[in-house]
C-alpha cells in the first residue's frame, strides 16, 4: 500500500525492514524506484533464501546482473560469492557464469551492430512505461545458448518521488533481428528475425523470449551476438510509446 508511505523515510524504513524482499535503486537519470530484490534476473524464482538452486550435482548463485554455477561440492563456495567479489573465484576455478548479458563489440557488418541490450521510457504524469531488450548467454554441459528477451513493464508514481510496480493494460510490438555467431555452422553468422506482438493484456509486466539459438555444442562459446536491428514498442492506456528503433529495415 504505497499511499500509506508519504514520505521518502518511511520508504526507506518500509524496505529497510523488507530488504530480504525490496530494495530502492536511483536510475542514469536520478529518478527512484522501489524493485524486487534481484528484479533483473529471471532465475530469482527458482533461488531460496540463500539466493541458491540446485539442478542434478550442479548448484547456482542468483545475483543482480548474472547467475553463476558451481558444483555442489563447492556450495560453501558460492554462498560467500556476491557481486562484487566474484571475479575472485571465477579466476580460481571454483565457479563459472552460468547465464550473463552478452557484451560485445564484435559483429560481421559493423553497419549493423546494433548492441546487445537497450531500454527505453515513456512517462506521463504519474504513469511510466519502461522497454527492455536485451541478449542473454547461458552455458550448460552440453554447450552454450543464447536468446533475446524484452520485458515491458509499467511504474506509477503516487507522490513526486518514487517509482512503483503497478499492474496496467499493456500492449506491444517487439521486432528484433539478431545476430548470432554459430560455432557449430562453420563458424557462421546467423540473422534471425523474431517478432511478438500483443493487443493489450492486464498484468504487472509483459515479457518474453522472442528467438533463440544454440551457438555451440560440447563445449563454451565465446557470446559475441548482437541485435542487427530492431523496432520496438510497450504502451499502456496511460501513456504514450517506449520505443527503441535501429536498423528498422532489416525488420520490415
Known amino acids: 500500500n504505497y499511499d500509506s508511505l508519504e514520505t521518502i523515510e518511511d520508504v526507506h524504513n518500509f524496505i529497510a ?8 535503486i536511483t536510475d542514469e537519470f536520478g529518478d527512484i524506484y522501489v524493485e524486487p530484490v534481484l528484479f533483473q534476473n529471471p532465475y530469482r524464482y527458482f533461488a531460496n533464501d540463500d ?4 539442478i542434478g550435482d550442479t548448484v547456482y548463485k542468483v545475483l543482480e546482473t548474472l547467475t553463476l554455477g558451481a558444483h555442489i561440492d563447492n556450495m560453501q563456495v558460492l ?4 557481486e562484487t567479489n566474484y571475479d575472485a573465484f571465477l579466476n580460481d576455478g571454483f565457479v563459472f557464469i552460468f547465464s550473463s548479458v552478452v557484451v560485445s563489440d564484435q559483429s560481421e557488418d559493423l553497419g549493423n551492430n546494433c548492441g546487445t541490450w537497450k531500454e527505453a521510457r515513456n512517462t506521463n504524469g504519474r504513469d511510466r512505461t519502461y522497454l527492455r531488450i536485451a541478449v542473454i548467454d547461458e552455458n550448460y554441459h552440453g554447450g552454450t545458448n543464447q536468446w533475446t528477451h524484452f520485458i515491458v513493464r509499467p511504474y506509477y508514481r503516487p507522490g513526486l518521488v518514487v517509482w512503483y510496480w503497478c499492474k496496467r493494460t499493456i500492449s506491444c510490438d517487439i521486432n528484433i533481428a539478431t545476430g548470432y555467431y554459430i560455432y557449430n555452422q562453420a ?13 493489450g493484456t492486464l498484468a504487472w509486466s509483459l515479457s518474453g523470449i522472442v528467438s533463440s ?8 562459446a565465446t557470446p559475441i551476438a548482437h541485435f542487427d536491428g530492431y523496432d520496438c514498442w510497450g504502451k499502456t ?6 520505443e527503441l528503433t535501429c536498423n528498422t529495415h532489416l525488420v520490415q
Open 17 to 24: 525492514v523488507n530488504s530480504k524482499y525490496l530494495q530502492m
Open 51 to 54: 539466493k541458491l538452486f540446485q
Open 79 to 82: 554462498m560467500n560469492v556476491n
Open 187 to 199: 563458424n557462421t553468422w546467423e540473422r534471425v528475425i523474431a517478432r511478438y506482438t500483443n493487443p
Open 213 to 220: 539459438r544454440w551457438i555451440s555444442l560440447g563445449y563454451w
Open 237 to 242: 492506456p496511460s501513456t504514450g510509446k517506449a
